[in-house]
């Protein structure tokens, strides 16, 4: 599943939190302003990634049954993670940290691919929440698992990002590109969604304000010493990779729509549910939203 602007306009580009990040605009977004947002997109980075062994999270993945204090940062995004969770009905859950370590995806891409030479027995994973007191701000893991943000601590930050710069920029038309991920940080904007095979190609208009996030069991797949097959989206209920899906969901919110496309992809039959403008193939076809229909093109 990709997204792709279909505008052809200049863009700053550079890498963090294991993705491409690019700022497209109409030529009035200075390197001043790209300058502050790297570096608000890598102190996110640092709090975030459990592959940094001093980010929050690997400190709370160090310690499993504690609660421990987090930063004011931190605990905003666990709680909303939290409420996705319940929201899913625990279709998204962000304590798949430790299956993904079982089945080989120890380390980031960069130092090395997921593999391992033995698939371990897959074990559900535990539906409790992981903010044990806001006024406090204490978080805690269960014993077993280990916290992974991901896309989601990705889109959260896309999200902050996107409000950095419209405070230092008047660039009527910016686009935040996260990977194949989206934000429309002021205009609206005419994107690709979907390819062969999955969707059949289409665009939709991403109005101002507005995040796309998708969601595939195919964008990290990798094959164990012993031949079974892996990928990153891990079913909560089983503990084990999802059955093949890909969702697409565009909201309001970036964190939101990142954790709604996840669950779409984990969960397919969620769709009936959702009144979020969202779209999910998986084996029995395309299934979109009433809400889908009003931005497709």
Known sequence: MSETALETRPA?????????????????VEIEVVGALADAIAADERRWSRFLARSEVSRLNRAPGVPLQVSTETLDLLLSCDHWHEQTDGAFSVMVGGALIGYGYRESQRVRSPRTSVTPRPQPIPSALVVVDAVRRLACVPDGTALDLGGVARMWSAERAAALVRTLSDDPAILLEVGDDMVAVRGDHLVAVGGEGETGGRAVVLRDGHALASSSWSALLWSNDDGATAHHLIDPLTGAPAEPASAVVIAADAGEADALATALAVRPELIATLNACAMVHADQGERHTAAWEAVAV
């Not at 580009?13 to 009035?28: F, I």
Request: proline share 0%.
């Open 12 to 28: 700053w580009e550079w890498r963090a939190m294991g993705a491409t990040w690019r700022l497209r605009h109409t030529g009035k």
